[in-house]
């Protein structure tokens, strides 16, 4: 095996060395018949376990509090009790947070929709029937991504840095168009590079000159997700903005997903008064309420804020060792050749991988050749277009540890021979 150090350096004789080496590794690679995914960021079944009182509970009970018979009609706003377990995590006020179905995703939907129909507060027209865009932080998440390519939303990429979003840029991007109606921020261990937003950069945010039907749709997917004991401080959004005098310009979404089940969990909406009474008016027509049952499921397994820290506590158990062995493994097998960087996030579900400029794709095929299922290239990018083909999210939650190992060391192989096959092709 040619010794490591930076492929870009090698002489074209060791860079052939080294490619032969990576090849061999290769072949011995496809040869082992392995059958591996590593592509979606979902919880593992050790995790879903710690859950598992879900399917007994509520053991027959079926009152809230108060008292209310939670089997019928009504109570649209959701169980008090756990909009008060979830309040303080995400910022809300109690009577600001909405606790309603299993999907937030499927919340973020139906506002577009119903503000593409109806307009927002402060906005003179529904969105639809004109060129509206967004901006998009990128990488960033796909799904977000899917919704506005579905109803024909224009998407602008916004550069991340680790402190949040290029501030310069959205302010230029706001002060040219005012046809930006929206903006995608995942504030807390953003996906997939889990950066968190500094307080500057949402004062910033908040209080930047735009449409007054501007709306931060801010998606607050992980903040109680922690993987280590640096926690970055709560910041109030809402408060922000309203000192800013654009209190109606942050809507925050999360959900349970992965904190219980996420075919089972519940979502949240937060916003202003008059956000939150835009979106009460609007989803009367959708629902008389949610599943109070599976609500009340979930204050009697969390039971308060403590309970829910100490919860996602047993969570960061199983999750830590999965974030260290992709550290360990891209220090060990890539970093010799500096062919990648990567963040060591302090909590959330992915890790953000940057390879040589033109490979990501090409590694991505490669792995996919040898049995082992990576997300595609490209998806942290609208339309999937990366214009340097080279972010691949890393998402190491769902395989047991041993697999997980494996699917890496896989990916690292494909990562080299992308890598010096791409830097021999430069020199013919």
């Not at 059958?35 to 979902?42: E, F, S």
């Not at 204050?299 to 804020?305: E, K, M």
């Not at 992915?350 to 050749?369: M, N, T, Y």
Request: aromatic residues 8%; glycine residues 8%.
């Amino acid at each position: 095996m040619t010794p490591a150090q930076p492929l870009a350096d090698l002489d074209t004789a060791a860079l052939r060395a080294a490619h032969a080496d990576f090849s061999a590794a290769y072949d011995e690679l496809k040869a082992a018949g392995l059958a591996l995914d590593i592509t979606r960021g979902k919880p593992s079944a050790e995790q879903l376990d710690l859950s598992n009182d879900l399917l007994r509970l509520p053991d027959g009970e079926y009152r809230d509090a108060a008292g209310t018979d939670l089997r019928n009609y009504g109570g649209p706003n959701g169980l008090p009790e756990l909009r008060a377990i979830f309040a303080e995590a995400l910022g809300v006020p109690v009577p600001q947070l909405l606790a309603l179905g299993n999907s937030s995703l499927t919340v973020m939907h139906d506002t577009i929709v119903q503000a593409l129909l109806h307009g927002v507060p402060g906005g003179e027209l529904p969105w639809a029937g004109r060129s509206i865009g967004f901006l998009t932080p990128v990488p960033g998440y796909d799904r977000h991504f899917t919704i506005l390519e579905r109803f024909g939303i224009r998407m602008i990429p916004v550069p991340m840095n680790d402190d949040g979003p290029d501030i310069e840029t959205v302010a230029s991007l706001l002060a040219a168009d005012d046809s930006i109606k929206g903006m995608w921020c995942v504030p807390v261990y953003s996906n997939p590079t889990g950066a968190v937003y500094s307080e500057e950069v949402v004062r910033a945010l908040v209080s930047l000159p735009a449409a007054p039907d501007f709306r931060l749709f801010w998606d607050n997917a992980y903040v109680v997700h922690h993987l280590s004991d640096e926690r970055p401080a709560p910041i109030d959004v809402l408060a922000l903005a309203a000192e800013a005098g654009n209190p109606d310009r942050p809507l925050i979404f999360a959900s349970t997903s992965k904190v219980t089940f996420p075919g089972s969990g519940v979502a949240f909406f937060g916003a202003s008064e008059t956000n939150v009474a835009w979106f009460q008016h609007n989803t009367a027509a959708q629902s008389i309420g949610p599943d109070k049952i599976n609500q009340l499921r979930h204050v009697r397994l969390l039971r308060d804020q403590e309970g829910l820290a100490a919860h996602m506590e047993r969570h960061r158990a199983i999750l830590e060792p999965k974030f260290a062995v992709v550290d360990e493994t891209f220090r060990e097998r890539l970093a010799p050749w500096e062919a990648g960087s990567w963040n060591a996030p302090k909590g959330g579900y992915f890790v953000s991988l940057d390879v040589l400029d033109g490979c990501a794709k090409r590694a991505v095929q490669l792995a996919k050749e040898a049995g082992i299922a990576v997300t595609p290239a490209g998806a942290t990018f609208p339309y999937g277009d990366d214009p340097r083909d080279a972010n691949i999210r890393i998402a190491p939650t769902f395989p047991p540890l041993d697999e997980l190992r494996a699917a890496l060391q896989g990916l690292c192989t494909a990562i080299l021979l992308a890598e010096s096959e791409a830097l021999l092709a430069e020199r013919n």
